[in-house]
C-alpha cells in the first residue's frame, strides 16, 4: 500500500488531469486505485465527483479533510489530490505529513524538492515525464458553449450538455458536399447562419454533437423537428452572428475542468507514453 500527493507546480497545470491519468495507469498495470480529492477551493466539489465516476478506482466521491482521508487498504495505491494554489512547499509538507509520494504538475521545469517527481504537462514535444498537449483533453463541453455564446437551447441531444467538442466548424462555404467536409471532424460542434438549413441539416444527417445557429432569428420549424425526433444533436440559437459567435465561443478550450470517459481513456494512454514502468515503481511503491 502507498499514498500519491499530485499537486500543481504552476495554476490550472492539470492536477486533476494528471492524478486520473496515475489512477488508469496503475489500475491497468494490475493495482488497486483509490483516488481522493482534498478540500479547500472552489474546484474540490468537481473534482471529487468526477473520481467517483471513474470505475477503475474507489473514491469517497466528496472532497475530504486532510485528517479524514480514507485508511489505507492492503495492496491499494491511494492518490490525492491536494487544493488548488497549494505552493510547492505546501505540498511537499502535506505528502510529508501523509507519508506519500509527491507528484508536482508543472507546464514548465520548476525547482522541485528531490524528493518529488516532476511531470510537465500540455507539452508540444512530449517524452519522459512530459504528457503532450491534446485537443480531447482541452475540449470543452455543449454547456460551456451554451455560455459562452449565450445561446437559447432549442432541442438536446440525448447526451446532453456533458457531450464535449473536439472541433468547432463553420458551416462549409466551398462546393464540397457539407455532409463530407463535417465528417472530416470528430466530436464537432457547427456553426452556421440560422437561414443556412441545407447546412443545418447536413449537420444533424451527419449527428453532429451541437448546431449553433446564428444570427438570433427562429429557425426554420423544419429543423426544430427533426433535432426533436432525432435527439442526435443538441441545437443551439446564438444571438450573435456567426464570426462574433466563433469569437465568444473559440476561448473555452482548454479550460473546461477534467471530466468524461473518453478523456479518462486519452489521458491513460498518454502516462503511459510518458512515464515508463521504472519512474511508475518509483512513484506507486
Known amino acids: 500500500m502507498s499514498r500519491i500527493v499530485v499537486a500543481n507546480a504552476h495554476p490550472q497545470a492539470g492536477a486533476t488531469t494528471i492524478a486520473a491519468g496515475l489512477a488508469h495507469r496503475l489500475a ?41 482521508v ?45 524528493e518529488a517527481t516532476v511531470i510537465l504537462n500540455h507539452q508540444r514535444k512530449p517524452g519522459p515525464n512530459a504528457v503532450a498537449e491534446d485537443r480531447l483533453l482541452a475540449a ?3 454547456a460551456r458553449l451554451i455560455e459562452a455564446s449565450r445561446a437559447r437551447v432549442l432541442a438536446r441531444s440525448e447526451e446532453g450538455d456533458e457531450a464535449i467538442l473536439e472541433h468547432l466548424v463553420v458551416g462549409a ?21 440560422v437561414e443556412k438549413v441545407d447546412l443545418a441539416l447536413a449537420a444533424m444527417l451527419t449527428e453532429s454533437e451541437c448546431l449553433i445557429l446564428t444570427g438570433g432569428e427562429e429557425p426554420s420549424p423544419y429543423l426544430l423537428d427533426r433535432a426533436s425526433s432525432t435527439r442526435r444533436t443538441t441545437l443551439l440559437l446564438a444571438p450573435e452572428g456567426t464570426v462574433e459567435t466563433l469569437r465568444d465561443v473559440e476561448g473555452v478550450f482548454g479550460t473546461t475542468p477534467f471530466a468524461h470517459e473518453a478523456k479518462v481513456e486519452r489521458i491513460g494512454a498518454l502516462i503511459k507514453a510518458a512515464l515508463d514502468d521504472a519512474t511508475l515503481a518509483s512513484i506507486a511503491g
Open 28 to 68: 491497468y498495470a494490475g493495482r488497486n486505485v483509490r483516488l481522493e480529492r482534498l478540500e479547500g477551493d472552489a474546484r474540490a466539489e468537481a473534482d471529487a465527483t468526477t473520481f467517483g465516476m471513474m470505475e477503475i478506482a474507489d473514491a469517497t466521491a466528496v472532497p475530504v479533510a486532510e485528517a479524514a
Open 140 to 142: 470543452p463541453t455543449v
Open 173 to 193: 462555404i466551398s462546393h464540397d458536399p457539407a455532409d463530407e467536409h463535417f465528417r472530416r471532424f470528430p466530436r464537432r460542434a457547427v456553426i452556421s447562419r
Open 70 to 114: 480514507p485508511a489505507d487498504a492492503p495492496d491499494t495505491v491511494t492518490i490525492i489530490e491536494a487544493p488548488e494554489g497549494a505552493s510547492d512547499a505546501e505540498a511537499g509538507a502535506l505528502a510529508q505529513r501523509l507519508g506519500a509520494r509527491l507528484v508536482l504538475v508543472a507546464l514548465e521545469p520548476v525547482d522541485a524538492p528531490a
